[in-house]
Every structure is written in structure tokens, then in C-alpha cells.
């Protein structure tokens, strides 16, 4: 059993992914958030969740999520915004962010065979998926623990490694899952767009690139 957990915003103009603009406009910038949102929720469609939540900050849920549980986020940082949704969790739990529209199910389905380590007899007790920018992009555990979160530092070049490091800290064993790219530029933006080209988000950066020039 497992729990799927998407932490998103409503795209916005001004209020989502504003650091890619410039070259793209606010509207741009929302809608291209937009993209990754609903690539990432196709991404995760196929995955033998028994629960989903969409943890979301807005008024007006995504496509695509009508089969998630909508909460709102609770006020504060971001840690204790996760480490809320952490604890209100009973079973094991997988949380991933928006950031990733390339992610695929593969990527996932470690976290959905029982919490094994990579074959091995002994079980996980968490899953991490490290960000290239020092991040991370997943964050799993199979007893959730919000006070495992609480007090990280989050968009940091170490948030990754400080929250990986409470991880073992706690005696946790912890699987890894891969290293992805987040977007947050323009760059990354790009980037994430070369690697998966087939997706929502390359082709809406494509169209409004062109249409910029």
C-alpha cells in the first residue's frame, strides 16, 4: 500500500515559475506550469497508488486530478508544509513535486513493489530522489514522519543533503531513486524539454520560443 502525494500550485501568471521570464512572459511562464503539472500527473497514472492527494496551494485543481483527494497546504515554510502532510499520512507514502515533467512511471515504480532495496532481502524504510541542483524531487518513507522534514532548510544547494542526512540519522534505510532535473530557468527549462521532447511541457517551451523570436 502505498500513498501518492503531488504538492503543486495553481499556475498563475506572476506567481508560478517566474524565474523564467524573462525570455518568457509571466502568462507564458504560468502556462508552461501548467504543462508540467499535467505531464507529471500522466506520469503518475499508471502507478498502484491506493491513495492519491493532490496537496495544492489555489482555487482551481488541475486536469487530470479528479481522482485525487484535493487538501489545501498549511501556512509556513515549506518544511512544515510537507512535514504536515508527513504526519497526517497512516501508510507508507510517496511525495513528488511539479517540477519534473519528465518523469516517467519507471522512475516511480521502485517505491510500488513493496518498499524492496533494489532486489535485496531487507526493506526500505524510505525512498529519496535527489534534484541536480542539490535538491530533491521525491520523498518517501514507509512510516511517514513529518519531524524528519521540519527545521530542512528547503532551495538550498544542500537542502538535499540535509534532509537525506535526517534520513539516516533516524536509522532509516533509504532507496534511491534517480537524479532528475528540476525547472526552475530557463536553462533547466530547456534542458528537461531536450531530454523528454515528447511531453506537454517540450512542446508548449517550443511553441512559445518561436513565437518569441
Request: charged share 20%.
Amino acid at each position: 500500500m502505498t500513498t501518492l502525494v503531488l504538492i503543486a500550485k495553481e499556475p498563475l501568471p506572476g506567481k508560478a515559475k517566474t524565474r523564467l521570464h524573462p525570455p518568457l512572459t509571466l502568462e507564458q511562464a504560468a502556462s508552461l506550469a501548467a504543462a508540467a503539472i499535467d505531464d507529471t500527473l500522466a506520469a503518475m497514472q499508471s502507478l498502484p497508488a491506493t491513495r492519491r492527494i493532490l496537496l495544492f496551494e489555489g482555487n482551481r485543481p488541475p486536469a487530470r486530478s479528479e481522482d485525487y483527494d484535493v487538501t489545501g497546504q498549511t501556512t509556513g515554510t515549506l518544511d512544515l508544509r510537507l512535514g504536515a502532510i508527513f504526519d497526517e499520512c497512516t501508510e507508507p507514502m510517496l511525495l513528488i513535486g511539479m517540477d519534473t515533467p519528465q518523469l516517467t512511471s519507471d522512475d516511480l515504480a521502485p517505491a510500488f513493489g513493496g518498499w524492496p532495496l533494489n532486489g535485496a532481502d531487507s526493506d526500505v524504510d524510505a525512498w529519496f530522489g535527489p534534484a541536480t541542483d542539490g535538491g530533491f524531487w521525491a520523498l518517501g518513507m514507509r512510516e511517514p514522519r513529518g519531524d524528519l522534514i521540519r527545521g530542512v532548510e528547503m532551495s538550498q544547494d544542500d537542502t538535499g543533503a540535509a534532509q537525506l542526512a535526517r534520513l539516516h540519522e533516524a536509522g532509516l534505510t533509504v532507496g534511491t531513486l534517480p537524479t532528475l532535473t528540476d525547472v526552475d530557468t530557463i536553462d533547466s527549462a530547456r534542458e528537461v524539454a531536450g531530454i523528454a521532447p515528447h511531453t506537454l511541457f517540450a512542446r508548449t517551451l517550443d511553441q512559445f520560443e518561436q513565437a518569441n523570436r
